[in-house]
Each structure stands twice: as C-alpha cells, then as structure tokens.
C-alpha cells in the first residue's frame, strides 16, 4: 500500500462534511481522521501527530478559533486551515488574528480544497528564520516575530513576515496578487478565488500604521498589485 502524502485531522461536526472532506483528502493520497467535539480535537491537534489540522469553525466542546490559538501557542509550527461558514469575513480575520495559516468557505469546491491543502503542506516546517528587514523606520524582526518602531511593537504572523519579507527583495517593482499566491502562498493555481491576500495586507497595514504614526509603506497599484515603498 503506498504511504500517504501526509496525515490530515479534520475536526468537523457535521457528519456529512467531515466524511466529505476525509473522502476527498484519501482519493488524493492523504490519510484522514475526523473528530467531531473540539475538545478532542484540540487534545488530538496537539499531540503532534498531524501534518495538518482541518478546524471548522462551530464546534461543541471549544470552538475552532479557541483551539486555533491553544495548538499555535504549543506548536507554533502545526498547519492548520479554517473553515469557515459562507466565507463570513469577520470568521476569516478572527481565523487569521489566531494563528491559521489559510481558510476555505463553506460550501467549498474540491478543487479549492486540494489547492489549500496541498500550498499549506507545502510551505509547513520553512519558518521565516532570523532574517531582519528595515524599512520606513520599523525593524522586522524573522526570529522572533515582531515588528519595532521607537517604544512601539506588534506581533507579526509567520505569512505577514513572509510577505514583507517578499515585498522588501521585490521593492523595486510591483508584485502581483497572483505572484504572491504562487511564490508566497506557494498556490499551484493563482487563479482560485480567494481574498486571503487583501485581508493579510489588511492587517499588516494597520500593524504599520500603528507602528509608523500614519505611514502605510505597503502602497496598493490598483489593478496591478502591491509595492513596498519608505516614502512616496
């Protein structure tokens, strides 16, 4: 019997979907295993057994941003993806604020899905490492993930580091959603829907606008992308 591509949990209390899901994930190759209280599923997620962590949102037990923030404070490393009911956007930001590392909507196509799985998996276990970048008077701290100004800090995600960290060795031109979904989000297809990229620079935006007093450094191009710039 061939070995699995990797291990996936999928904490899901809809009997309907998680059979779906763990379905879908073992015809491409994964080895499933659906929890449908919360609690477990944390237990579960934490036990380091998993090479990804599927967590809806709505769950008995402790609810899924609950168990997001709990498996990233003990294993800051763990993939997981959200999923989210309707694409609600206030779940995705709150998903996102706890640690996940992508989201899918419910009701989501298989071909999202694999899409997100496989870029997640993919990009797991390549921590931004202790690079330092200075810009526009901020010190973006890889190694510890933080952001200084003066006094001032922010926390920063690994994907927020990883997207300045992209944007600074690019900044002499525009880089494009799409790029960033390939070469960032490590997505084979750009082309799949997702507003993932517009809420991550979302938040880094208001991370550094705090930190700056009023300077966005990340200066959108409408209709071509985004660009890194100290002034303007």
Same mark, same amino acid.
């Given at each position: 019997?061939?070995?699995?591509?990797?291990?996936?949990?999928?904490?899901?209390?809809?009997?309907?979907?998680?059979?779906?899901?763990?379905?879908? !994930?073992?015809?491409?190759g994964y080895a499933a295993h659906g929890v449908a209280d919360g609690t477990d599923g944390c237990r579960m997620a934490l036990s380091g057994a998993y090479d990804l962590v599927l967590l809806d949102v709505m769950l008995p037990g402790m609810d899924g941003f609950a168990i997001?923030?709990?498996?990233?404070?003990?294993?800051?490393? $763990?993939?997981?993806?959200?999923?989210?009911?309707?694409?609600?956007?206030?779940?995705?930001?709150?998903?996102?604020?706890?640690?996940?590392?992508?989201?899918?909507?419910?009701?989501?196509? !298989?071909?999202?899905?694999?899409?997100?799985?496989?870029?997640?998996?993919?990009?797991?276990?390549?921590?931004?490492?202790?690079? $330092?970048?200075? /810009?526009?008077?901020?010190?973006?701290?890889?190694?510890?993930?933080?952001?200084?100004?003066?006094?001032?800090?922010?926390?920063?995600?690994?994907?927020?580091?990883?997207?300045?960290?992209?944007?600074?060795?690019?900044?002499?031109?525009?880089?494009?959603?799409?790029?960033?979904?390939?070469?960032?989000?490590?997505?084979?297809?750009?082309?799949?829907?997702?507003?993932?990229?517009?809420?991550?620079?979302?938040?880094?935006?208001?991370?550094?606008?705090?930190?700056?007093?009023?300077?966005? !450094? /990340?200066?959108?191009?409408?209709? $071509?992308?985004?660009?890194?710039?100290?002034?303007?």
């Open positions: 019997m061939a070995q699995p591509k990797a291990t996936v949990l999928v904490v899901e209390d809809d009997p309907a979907i998680s059979r779906g899901l763990c379905d879908v !994930l073992v015809f491409n997001c923030r709990e498996v990233r404070r003990q294993r800051p490393t $763990q993939p997981v993806i959200i999923l989210t009911a309707k694409g609600s956007e206030d779940d995705v930001v709150t998903g996102f604020g706890a640690g996940a590392d992508d989201y899918v909507s419910k009701p989501f196509s !298989l071909r999202e899905l694999m899409v997100r799985v496989e870029a997640v998996l993919r990009r797991s276990g390549k921590p931004v490492g202790d690079e $330092q970048i200075h /810009i526009g008077g901020i010190r973006f701290d890889g190694a510890n993930l933080q952001a200084f100004a003066g006094d001032r800090s922010e926390p920063l995600t690994r994907r927020e580091m990883d997207i300045i960290v992209y944007l600074f060795r690019h900044q002499d031109r525009i880089v494009s959603k799409a790029e960033l979904l390939t070469d960032v989000w490590h997505y084979t297809d750009p082309a799949v829907e997702t507003r993932t990229v517009d809420i991550h620079i979302l938040k880094l935006r208001k991370k550094i606008v705090t930190l700056t007093g009023g300077a966005e !450094l /990340i200066h959108t191009v409408r209709g $071509q992308g985004y660009r890194l710039e100290a002034d303007r």
